[in-house]
């Protein structure tokens, strides 16, 4: 496959319409073709742009694919939910703690809501078929690994803060993005049961949450 000549110099400026068009796209094809089964060209096709328009936007599948993941993790679990006051520590704690029991429920019930989608169960099958492929690093590195590094920063700034004894930020996260998976992950992603409704989720959420709190409470 021969790659179009980019555009040199600064040109006009990226259409983000077409940007957009193309990453719903790459979400698609990926998820119905695979890594592998899906070309650039095919891509461009459904996006509607043309090949030299998609590699004006995306110089190769790979960070094609990464920016899919990026996009559809970031717009389930945007950056602001990862934030918190630094003014937190200043309230009561009884007040600090219920804000961010609050905000972890947020994060908790946008990441239930995102590893349970069609998309988060199809990109898990396709990547199960392949295990031995690029694909898996790939998606864990564009995905898991940002939502990671993403909670780290926030539990170490709760510890900081003095609301949580949260020393080890990296295994917190790591328990907290297991919790939340639990049993209803593994029985969707088999196809042994139907994902949580509303209701079961937001109790799975809660009760993922308090335990939380409780296991990294200050003495």
Do not use: W
């Not at 979400?27 to 590699?55: C, D, H, P, R, W």
């Not at 335990?211 to 003495?219: D, W």
Request: hydrophobic share 40%.
């Amino acid at each position: 496959m021969t790659i179009p000549e980019r555009p040199t110099g600064p040109g006009r400026p990226k259409d983000p319409a077409k940007r957009q068009a193309i990453l719903q796209a790459a979400q698609k094809l990926f998820l119905e073709n695979g890594y592998e089964g899906t070309s650039m060209e095919a891509i461009a096709s459904e996006a509607g742009v043309s090949k030299l328009t998609l590699y004006s936007h995306f110089m190769d599948k790979e960070t094609l694919f990464n920016a899919a993941i990026r996009n559809i993790c970031s717009t389930r679990l945007p950056c602001n939910l990862f934030q918190i006051e630094e003014d937190l520590g200043a309230l009561p704690q009884e007040k600090a703690l219920q804000i961010v029991q609050q905000r972890l429920l947020d994060i908790g019930l946008a990441l239930q809501q995102l590893i349970s989608s069609p998309e988060s169960i199809g990109l898990h099958r396709v990547m199960v078929s392949k295990p031995n492929s690029e694909l898996p690093k790939l998606f864990f590195e564009a995905g898991p690994r940002q939502l990671l590094n993403d909670l780290q920063r926030l539990f170490q700034q709760i510890d900081n803060l003095g609301l949580l004894h949260i020393r080890q930020s990296e295994r917190a996260a790591e328990h907290f993005c297991a919790l939340i998976k639990g049993l209803a992950h593994f029985h969707q992603l088999i196809g042994y049961a139907a994902p949580l409704d509303e209701q079961q989720a937001f109790e799975h959420v809660s009760d993922v949450v308090a335990l939380f709190m409780r296991a990294y409470a200050r003495a």
